[in-house]
C-alpha cells in the first residue's frame, strides 16, 4: 500500500481524536466545575448518551455493510457526516445562560447524543473501510498505528493548543480551566478540524473505491437482519474476547481521561503551564508507543500478547505514583520532584497505551476474514459496529465512575486545590489508583480466549484464496 494512501486514511483518525480529548478530559469538568452540574448528574447524563448512541452503530455498520452506490459502500456515509457531527459538538459547549441543573442535565444529554450519533454514521464506515484496504496481517497493525498517531495529533491539537489559547491563568481565575467564557470559542476552533479530518480522509481514499469490496447481496434493510448480523459476529470466539477486552480497557480509560485534569489539579497541585507539559508529554508517550507497535510485533508476534504487555505496563505506571502518594513514599506536593515525577510517569505510562490501542482494530479486522471464512461474505461494517455497541454500552461506565468519585471525594465544584480537605483528597487517590490495576488485569485476562494466531491467521487467507482462485479461472 503506498503510503500516500496510509497517510490519508490515517487523517480520518483526526475527528475522534479531537472529540475524546474534549469528551475525556474537558467536558465532566466543564458541566460540573464551571456551569456547577453534579457530578454524578454529569456522568450519568454521559454515560445515557453513550448508550443511545451505541445502538445506531449496528444500524450504521450492517447499512453500510449492504448499500450500493456510484460511491461505494462507505464514502456516502463519510461525506454526509461531516457538517451534522461538527455542529453538534459546537452546540454542547454552548449551552444557554441561566440553566439550572435540570436544564443542563437534558442539554448535556441531547448533544452529547447527537454529536455521538453523528460521529457514527461517519466512524463506523470509516473503520471498516480499513479493513478493506488491506488483508494483511502486519500491515493491518501499521494502518492501526497511523489511525492511533493521528488521533492523538486531535488530541494535541485540543488538550495543548486549546491550554495554551484559550485556557490560560486571568486577573478573575487563576485556573484557566474554570473560566467559563473560554470554552465557546474552543468548541469554535475545533469544528473545521472536524471537517478536515473528515473530508481529506473521504476525498484521499475516493480513488479505491472501485478497487474495493461492493456489496454482494442487495439486501432492504430491516431492524432484524441488524440483529441477526449482530449474533453472528458474536458467535465468533475470539471477537468476543477482544470486545469483552476492549471494554473493560476502555472503562479504565474513560476514568482515567475524565479524572486527569482533577488528578493533576487537585491530587498533585500542578500550575496550568504543569498540565500543558503533562498533556504533551502523555501525548508524545502514546506516539511513541503507536509507533513501536509495529516493530514490537517482531519481538512479540502475536497480537494478543502484545496488547497485553501495553495494558500491563500502562497500568503499572498509571497507579503506581498515585498509590505511592497515598502510601507517604513522596513528599508533599510543595517539593519539587514530586510535578516532575507525576508528568515523566505520565509520559511512561502512554507509551503502554500507545501499543494497546493498535492492536484492538488489528485484531477485529483479522476476525472479519474468519467470518469471510465460515459464511463466504464481507462484513466489516457490522464488526467494528458491534465492537463499538459493546464498548459504549459498557465502557460508559468510566465517566459514570469518575462521577461518583468525585463526588465521593466531595471536591466542591470551583473549589482552588489550596481549599479543598486533605481527606477529599486521600478519598479521590484511593478510589482512582486500585482500580486502574484490578481493571486492567480483567482486560489481561479476558484477551487470553483471543484465538487468531499470526499462522491461523495464514491459514484462514489461504483457504479464502483457495476458494476464490478455481471461480477466477476462464
Not at 502486519?138 to 486531535?154: H, I
Amino acid at each position: 500500500m503506498p503510503w500516500r494512501l496510509r497517510l490519508v486514511y490515517g487523517v480520518g483518525q483526526l475527528p475522534e481524536g479531537i472529540k475524546s480529548a474534549a469528551f475525556g478530559f474537558f467536558l465532566l469538568f466543564y458541566y460540573n466545575q464551571v456551569l456547577g452540574l453534579s457530578g454524578t448528574l454529569a456522568g450519568i447524563a454521559v454515560f445515557i448518551a453513550l448508550l443511545l448512541d451505541a445502538f445506531s452503530d449496528p444500524i450504521v455498520g450492517s447499512w453500510s455493510d449492504f448499500v450500493r452506490s456510484r460511491w461505494g459502500r462507505r464514502h456516502p456515509f463519510m461525506y454526509a457526516a461531516a457538517i451534522p457531527f461538527a455542529l453538534c459538538f459546537y452546540l454542547l459547549f454552548a449551552p444557554p445562560d441561566g440553566l439550572g441543573q435540570t436544564e443542563l442535565f437534558f442539554w448535556l444529554l441531547t448533544f452529547a447524543v447527537l454529536t455521538r450519533t453523528t460521529q457514527t454514521f461517519y466512524t463506523v464506515p470509516y473503520m471498516a473501510l480499513g479493513a478493506e484496504l488491506t488483508r494483511d496481517y502486519d500491515e493491518r497493525t501499521l494502518l492501526s498505528s497511523l489511525r492511533t498517531v493521528f488521533q492523538l495529533a486531535g488530541m494535541f491539537l485540543v488538550l495543548i493548543g486549546g491550554t495554551l489559547m484559550f485556557f490560560q491563568p486571568t486577573a478573575d481565575y487563576a485556573n484557566g480551566q474554570l473560566n467559563p467564557a473560554a470554552y465557546l470559542p474552543f468548541a469554535l476552533t475545533c469544528t473545521p478540524f472536524l471537517l478536515l479530518g473528515i473530508w481529506v480522509s473521504a476525498l484521499g481514499t475516493h480513488s479505491r473505491i472501485p478497487h474495493l469490496q461492493q456489496a454482494q447481496t442487495l439486501r432492504r434493510f430491516t431492524f432484524r437482519d441488524v440483529v441477526a448480523d449482530v449474533r453472528t459476529a458474536f458467535l465468533i470466539p475470539s471477537f468476543v474476547a477482544v470486545v469483552i477486552a476492549s471494554i473493560i480497557f476502555g472503562a479504565t480509560q474513560g476514568m482515567v481521561q475524565a479524572l486527569h485534569l482533577y488528578t493533576a489539579t487537585y491530587f498533585f497541585e500542578l500550575t496550568g503551564l504543569q498540565i500543558t507539559l503533562l498533556f504533551a508529554l502523555a501525548i508524545t508517550g502514546i506516539i511513541l508507543g503507536s509507533l513501536c507497535s509495529r516493530p514490537l510485533a517482531n519481538l512479540i508476534p502475536e497480537k494478543r500478547n502484545l496488547f497485553s504487555a501495553g495494558i500491563a505496563w500502562y497500568a503499572v505506571w498509571t497507579s503506581g505514583v498515585i498509590i505511592a502518594r497515598l502510601l507517604g513514599l513522596l513528599p508533599d506536593n510543595e517539593h519539587p520532584i514530586v510535578a516532575p515525577l507525576y508528568i515523566a510517569t505520565g509520559c511512561i505510562s502512554a507509551v503502554g497505551l500507545g501499543v494497546a490501542i493498535p492492536l484492538i482494530g488489528s485484531m477485529i479486522a483479522d476476525v472479519t476474514d474468519e467470518h469471510e471464512r465460515r459464511h463466504g461474505n464481507r462484513q466489516e461494517g457490522i464488526y467494528y459496529a458491534a465492537a463499538s455497541l459493546a464498548a459504549k454500552t459498557v465502557a460508559g461506565a468510566g465517566p459514570v465512575l469518575a462521577g461518583f468519585i468525585i463526588d465521593l471525594a466531595g471536591i466542591v465544584p470551583g473549589s482552588a486545590p489550596s481549599e479543598v480537605a486533605a481527606e477529599a483528597i486521600a478519598r479521590f487517590g484511593w478510589a482512582q489508583g486500585p482500580s486502574v490495576l484490578l481493571l486492567s488485569l480483567l482486560a489481561i485476562l479476558s484477551i487470553r480466549f483471543y484465538r487468531i494466531s499470526r499462522g491461523q491467521h495464514a491459514e484462514i487467507m489461504a483457504e479464502i484464496d483457495g476458494r476464490s482462485a478455481p471461480a477466477a479461472r476462464p
